[in-house]
């Protein structure tokens, strides 16, 4: 009975790989929408503020790194947790594939949060007439949360490391 049951338990492992290729279609619907941005822009890129353009830049580049979080969550996920990938040899590997743990994952994760985060800090920054002090003041503490958070997190997993060298 124990067998089966780890068996069964290892075997549902699977039902994680429609999720992980859903999030590849969080991927095209992210390009999708800053090819978009992109194509707004274009016909008025003359007329446009030069402020206006900063904040469709840090748009585009929060858009780029959340994506990109997305693929390391989906390809990490998918082999720290359901299987190998079989790449082709013949293909490019991404360095990083293959060698992120679950706790490395958790690691980047934070620093993107905390990047993506500092991006659109930055944009209320650059936009300020639009935001209440109070508002603004809540957007420093939460991403100051976020970088506590991910400094902890970090430094936990470099004390348990140590531990177990």
């Not at 748009?59 to 990490?76: E, F, N, Q, R």
């Not at 930055?122 to 970088?147: A, C, E, R, S």
């Amino acid at each position: 009975m124990e067998r089966f049951l780890e068996n069964l338990m290892y075997s549902l492992r699977w039902l994680l790989a429609p999720i992980y290729l859903g999030l590849s279609l969080a991927v095209i619907l992210l390009g999708l929408k800053f090819f978009q941005e992109v194509f707004h822009v274009v016909p008025i890129i003359f007329e446009i503020k030069e402020v206006d353009l900063i904040l469709l830049t840090l748009t585009l580049i929060d858009i780029a790194l959340v994506g990109g979080l997305l693929v390391m969550v989906m390809l990490s996920g998918y082999e720290n947790f359901v299987s190998t990938l079989d790449i082709n040899r013949d293909s490019e590997k991404l360095a990083w594939l293959g060698k992120i743990d679950s706790g490395g994952l958790k690691n980047k994760v934070a620093a993107s949060i905390v990047a993506i985060s500092s991006i659109h800090l930055l944009k209320v920054f650059m936009n300020p007439q639009n935001m209440g002090h109070d508002t603004i003041k809540w957007y420093v503490i939460i991403h100051l949360t976020f970088v506590g958070s991910a400094f902890a997190m970090g430094y936990l997993d470099k004390l348990t490391r140590k531990s177990d060298d």
